[in-house]
């Protein structure tokens, strides 16, 4: 149990588009979701709290427009990274708890490359 | 805030134990978790405690809680190749709920 599943694995994209990655709690309902980003070789960086229904919280410092953050229902939560550019590029993971528990679990995570 | 500290790197030999560190300066965290991470993977969650319990074990991996000097360590024995990854250790705020990670240990395991 507890499995969550990201879409896509991979992708590159060209500088100035859009990129929406998908995150799905698979058998559980998660009302909050989590987004993190992480660079070779150090540790994740939360950048944003999803709740269902709600507004996102973000971490200082992420840009609201930049990174934006939909969660419409109990399974899915996606992350639109609009006008990309190459800094952009990292590994993006999310991360769900299960109804009324505090633990996460995290999905397999998309590597985001921006030409 | 939560700040939470782990050495970078650990070599083993296979079939010896491992045991990764972990300190943490919020002593009102309410869970404590190791998460394994392989390269180009999500993160693997392997063993969490509660903040109330001293040890925890689940068959190879044993888990040490020492709340007085806020110190956690994971145990894994008899360590096989396929345990090489990075090892994450993670605190619960207790303000948001929210994981505070450290820096991951990376685990090498020679044959």
């Known amino acids: 149990g507890a499995v969550v599943s990201q879409h896509p694995s991979w992708v590159i994209c060209k500088s100035g588009t859009s990129v929406k990655i998908e995150c799905r709690s698979l058998?559980?309902?998660?009302?909050?979701m989590f987004w993190y980003r992480q660079f070779p070789k150090q540790s994740l960086m939360l950048m944003a709290t999803s709740n269902e229904g709600s507004k996102a919280t973000y971490e200082q410092g992420v840009e609201k427009d930049k990174f934006l953050i939909n969660h419409a229902s109990l399974t899915l939560s996606t992350l639109t990274v609009t006008s990309a550019h190459p800094e952009d590029s990292s590994f993006y993971i999310c991360?769900?708890?299960?109804?009324?528990?505090?633990?996460?679990?995290f999905g397999p995570g998309t590597r985001l490359t921006v030409l | 805030g939560e700040d939470v500290e782990q050495s970078l790197f650990l070599s083993v030999r296979e079939g010896d134990s491992s045991v990764i560190n972990c300190t943490y300066t919020d002593s009102s965290s309410t869970y404590l978790y190791w998460y394994k991470q392989e390269p180009g993977a999500g993160l693997q969650l392997l063993t969490y405690?509660?903040?109330?319990?001293d040890m925890k074990q689940d068959q190879r991996l044993t888990v040490l809680l020492n709340k007085k000097d806020k110190h956690l360590s994971l145990r894994i024995a008899d360590t096989q190749t396929g345990d090489s990854a990075i090892y994450f250790c993670?605190?619960?705020?207790?303000?948001?709920?929210?994981?505070?990670f450290g820096q991951g240990t990376t685990l090498q395991v020679k044959p």
């Open positions: 405690i509660f903040s109330n319990m």
């Open positions: 058998d559980f309902q998660a009302t909050t």
């Open positions: 991360s769900a708890n299960p109804y009324s528990t505090d633990t996460q679990y």
């Open positions: 993670a605190a619960s705020s207790s303000n948001t709920g929210k994981l505070i």
